[in-house]
């Protein structure tokens, strides 16, 4: 049924001091994390590849060695979703609601609905980021796991046991970002972290830990180690209030991979129904929210 005047029946009559139940929306926060590409495809295709390893000692006159060995390792894919939306109202509503300044059913709040709704979905790539997704597929294990294979080992971006956020836990994924992170040959890589990623239950602990000078928790005169380790945390932290545990915190590196593909923007539609003569509105998007590659993120998810 459309919105009709019985559904604003005091909308109708004058004297009302107030009409409420709109409010502003937090601000965008997926595009701190994801980085933004234009598509033009139905899913969007990336190869990971393996380039050369270390050379080889060579003897006096011998051959020397050969690396052939280079070539697609991984695919992921991303697959877009479309949303949307409609809503209709009758022309009567329209007519005779005296408070259009602050209710028009016309237009309600389709701009908020769907920013928070891309809010959660960007955010599900971390919140089910333990879970292999095999329709974006890759290295075969999750995005956050500890056996993601490479060449003739396998390289973590998640601790073996899930750590609760403090100094120790933090210095320890700044660590090994910055040391451990190798390509699909096992060369040593420039990976360094760039942003703490927590919910809003953490933000106190993420603000203790990155923006304290001296060693946090302690009566120590130690400098704060996190400024510095690794390259420090350079963009601070940033606080997602879409992560579903208030436990699970993440490192942004400075890595290229958590992709946000834009495939058609979001717009809005009106039409007249001729036989109802109700106004019908409509919104739709298409997106999609994905990876490419561990390297550009690690993750802790204790439970407690």
Known sequence: ?????????????PGLF??????????KEWDKIFDTHQSKMAFERTTSMRFLGLPQLKNEGAAMSFDNNAGERFLYTAQHIEVALGFAVTRRAIEDNLYK???????????????????????NVLNSGQTYDSSIGGDGVALFSASHPIDGQTLANTPTVQVDLNESSLINA????????????????????KMLIVPPALEPVAA???????????????????????????????????????????VKTDKKGLIHYARAPYETSMDVDFTTQNLLVGARERYAFS????????????TS
Do not use: C
């Open 1 to 13: 049924m459309a919105v009709n005047l019985t559904a604003i029946k005091n909308e109708l009559l």
């Open 18 to 27: 107030a009409v409420t139940g709109k409010y502003d929306m937090l601000p």
């Open 101 to 123: 300044s602050q209710f028009n059913p016309s237009v309600l709040n389709l701009n908020d609905v769907f920013a928070q709704y891309k809010e959660i979905v960007g955010a």
């Open 174 to 193: 700044q660590v090994v970002i910055g040391s451990t992170f190798r390509d699909n040959a096992g060369i040593l890589i420039s990976a360094k972290p």
């Open 208 to 250: 203790r830990l990155t923006k304290t000078e001296l060693r946090p928790g302690t009566g120590d005169n130690d400098i704060n180690a996190i400024k510095s380790v690794a390259g420090g945390l350079p963009n601070g932290y940033l606080v997602n209030h879409y992560l579903t545990s208030p436990y699970a915190w993440f």
């Open 291 to 302: 990876f490419n590659d561990w390297r550009a993120i690690y993750g802790s998810f204790p």
